[in-house]
């Protein structure tokens, strides 16, 4: 999947900038040492630098995770925004009105949504397969 077209790859990546998700957590120097915090606390202080690894790549996906609903709430409420506020339209009939006109951004930000679960999920098996060779005594 994906796009093919330059002008479609050029679409692509103004989205990206957009919401700031193709940004790595690991770049984001406070979300950096969050990631850290969080690994150790998954792998435990005496882990070795592999079960770490796989714990790190779990606080990752995490964080992301919650960058992409911080993304999701600030598209809607955008939408919201654009919304007309009339004195005869319900809340439901606004929110409605705003999921319509976020949409496209909340496709978008669905992409990486389902990547970041499914990073998180091969990460979690990996951890838990290295922390029971970790557990067998030779």
């Not at 792998?43 to 609903?69: F, H, P, S, W, Y």
């Not at 499914?118 to 060779?133: E, N, T, Y």
């Amino acid at each position: 999947g994906g796009p093919r077209t330059a002008a479609g790859k050029t679409v692509s990546r103004m989205n990206a900038r957009k919401h700031g998700l193709s940004m790595p957590v690991m770049m984001d120097r406070n979300l950096n040492k969050t990631a850290f915090d969080i690994a150790y606390a998954i792998a435990g202080k005496d882990a070795n630098d592999t079960i770490l690894g796989q714990a790190l790549v779990v606080a990752e996906c995490e964080l992301m995770l919650q960058r992409i609903d911080q993304a999701r709430v600030a598209a809607i409420e955008l939408a919201m925004l654009k919304v007309p506020n009339q004195a005869d339209t319900t809340t439901t009939t606004a929110l409605a009105g705003a999921f319509v006109e976020a949409w496209p951004n909340l496709s978008g930000i669905e992409r990486y949504e389902r990547r970041a679960y499914s990073r998180k999920k091969r990460a979690l098996a990996h951890l838990h397969d290295l922390q029971a060779i970790a557990q067998l005594k030779f």
